[in-house]
């Protein structure tokens, strides 16, 4: 397996001091005028994306900007005469971007969430990024093999279709929050589509494993085994990633690695759990993103408060770096490629549905999951219509979809993975460019921007779980109704155990009344990245 981007044929011994091996000698210098090009790409997105951020020009994001660079600098190496062993330099490779890409942008995730708003839309965040992100898969996946039954479109088997929908289920708002954070959204809004996006990464690509696998292994199983199969793989990832967080907790609690002549190898070895438990859940067979994202979650909730407060800093701006340097290399990297790579373009129909498929099965996603989630909360807490909106607008497609159909490409016979390939790339350039250019203009014009339009968010109830708030005005509820409101008052019931019970006995140095404030006072200066909002108290 290629396992990076940078990986080359080892050079001759005596190339590097001229001492012969000529095709040695021009392999190390194609090998340094790629990566100088992509280092260069690296400082123009970034002080591109500055510039455009103090000018609060929104019609171009930075990630919309670092695309677009990665496409104009491979459109004229695609035309110009560049050497084919430069021009490979520039491989998108879907294993670099799962091992090595990808993995820090998933912890940074889980491990910058903001945990108040996060815990208080908990229930609305599982529910839209693990049942939505099916239903959009699924949706997506029969609309696509009906329309090739009655030959509107190429058609495709129905289990290929269904790997279609699950990789392009997958969405990658990063434009979209950035916009939100300097426009000054409401709280609650930012934890709903940030906290959606990080697990539905997670949930799309176990969902495209599953698929793949039943393709290959044992194409005749029914629906109900296919279910199985994903929560089995999702259930045991997430218990692979709880268990390495809560691991790292108890060592660094009793290890006494605070000291200070021992700060170093208490970050280092901090950093390494990470990779750890990805690696950990990819040896078994389970998926890596969703193990990493919940070692982030834990470990910020728990290990992060038994280091020092050097190590925390250094921690915190660490992942920080990290993430941020694979965010711009991704939308470069994707955006080079696109122009590189020989699109698929014979079946136009198969694009031009497949980009109206999704946001339909986008908006099957966000409204009716957001209608149970009404259910089960009192009026004055419901996700407002303009907020459904926004979730349903903020569903971009980016490198996650972009790798897993690349992905495809090697998955699935020949012509079938190409025609997956090209219709996902148009969707990618399609909603990072277009919606997330437009992005501004929709929250003015759904007036939810400023604190104004904030709703009451779930929890600000006693935590006692009681129903006065629900029977003020309202017709006795259904017993579907009483069903899903026992459900959300559970997640309650796990904050008080986390905070008599979880908390001390995995923490040394965390306060109960204050341990958010501090998170904030930490990472006032690293949390940005993904855009944790620093004001709106909930």
């Known amino acids: 397996m290629e396992t990076a981007a940078f990986s080359a044929a080892a050079p001759h011994p005596g190339a590097g001091l001229g001492l012969g091996g000529g095709g040695a000698v021009d392999e190390q210098q194609a090998a340094g005028v790629g990566i100088l090009l992509q280092i260069s790409m690296l400082v123009l997105s970034f002080v591109l994306g500055h510039l455009l951020r103090r000018r609060k020009f929104y019609y171009l994001p930075e990630a919309s900007a670092s695309l677009l660079i990665g496409m104009i600098v491979g459109g004229f190496a695609n035309i110009s005469n560049t050497q084919k062993s430069t021009r490979r330099w520039f491989n998108f490779r879907e294993d670099f971007f799962l091992l090595f890409l990808l993995p820090p942008i998933i912890f940074q995730s889980g491990f910058n969430l903001a945990p108040k708003p996060f815990f208080s839309n908990f229930g609305a965040i599982i529910t839209f990024a693990i049942l939505g992100t099916f239903i959009a898969s699924i949706v997506t996946g029969l609309l696509v093999y009906l329309a090739g039954l009655i030959y509107i479109i190429y058609r495709l088997p129905l289990v290929e279709c269904m790997m279609f ?29 940030f906290g959606e996006s990080v697990l539905n990464d997670a ?44 691991i790292s907790a108890l060592l660094f609690k009793y290890a006494e690695l605070g000291v200070e002549n021992l700060h170093n190898l208490e970050s280092c070895l901090f950093v390494l ?42 921690t915190a701006r660490f992942f920080h770096l990290l993430s941020s340097l694979a965010e711009a290399f991704i939308f470069i990297y994707m955006g080079f490629d696109i122009a590189m790579e020989r699109q698929s373009w014979s079946h136009i129909g198969f694009i031009f549905f497949s980009i109206v498929f999704i946001l339909v099965a986008r908006a099957a996603n966000v409204f009716s999951c957001a209608y149970i989630l009404n259910l089960a909360r ?34 699935l016979p020949e012509g079938h993975g190409e025609t997956i390939f090209t219709a996902t790339t148009s969707i990618v350039v399609l909603t990072v460019l277009l919606i997330g250019g437009s992005t501004g203009t929709m929250l003015e014009a759904l007036q939810v921007v400023g604190d104004s339009n904030r709703y009451r968010h779930p929890y600000e109830e006693n935590f006692d779980g009681s129903n006065a708030g629900y029977e003020e005005g ?9 069903k899903l409101r026992e459900l959300r008052r559970s997640t309650s019931s796990f904050a008080l155990l986390d905070r008599n019970y979880l908390t001390p006995i995995f923490t040394s140095q965390h306060e109960d009344d204050d341990d958010d404030d501090d998170e904030d006072d930490v990472d006032d200066d690293s949390g940005e990245a993904l855009g944790i909002p620093a004001s709106g108290e909930l």
């Open 378 to 411: 009192p009026p004055h807490s419901q996700i407002p219509r303009q907020y459904q909106v926004a979730l349903w607008y903020s569903g971009l497609r980016g490198a996650m979809a972009f790798a897993l159909a690349l992905q495809s490409v090697h998955d």
């Open 273 to 314: 759990f990470p990779y750890f438990s990805y690696m950990l859940a990819e040896g078994l067979g389970l998926s890596g993103i969703v193990s990493i994202l919940f070692t982030g979650i834990v470990m910020k909730r728990y290990t992060f408060y038994n280091l020092s407060a050097d190590s925390q800093r250094f």
């Open 474 to 482: 309202t017709s006795t509820p259904s017993k579907f109704q009483l």
């Open 203 to 246: 949930v799309a690509i176990s969902l495209y494993r599953t698929m793949a696998s039943m393709r290959t292994n044992s194409p005749d199983q029914n629906f109900v085994v296919v279910i199985l199969r994903f929560l089995e793989n999702f259930v045991g990832s997430m218990s692979s990633g709880i268990g390495v967080g809560l």
């Open 165 to 193: 929908g699950a990789l392009v289920s997958a969405t990658d708002p990063v434009t979209v929050l950035s916009i939100f954070q300097e426009l000054g959204t409401d709280v609650n809004l930012y934890a709903l589509v």
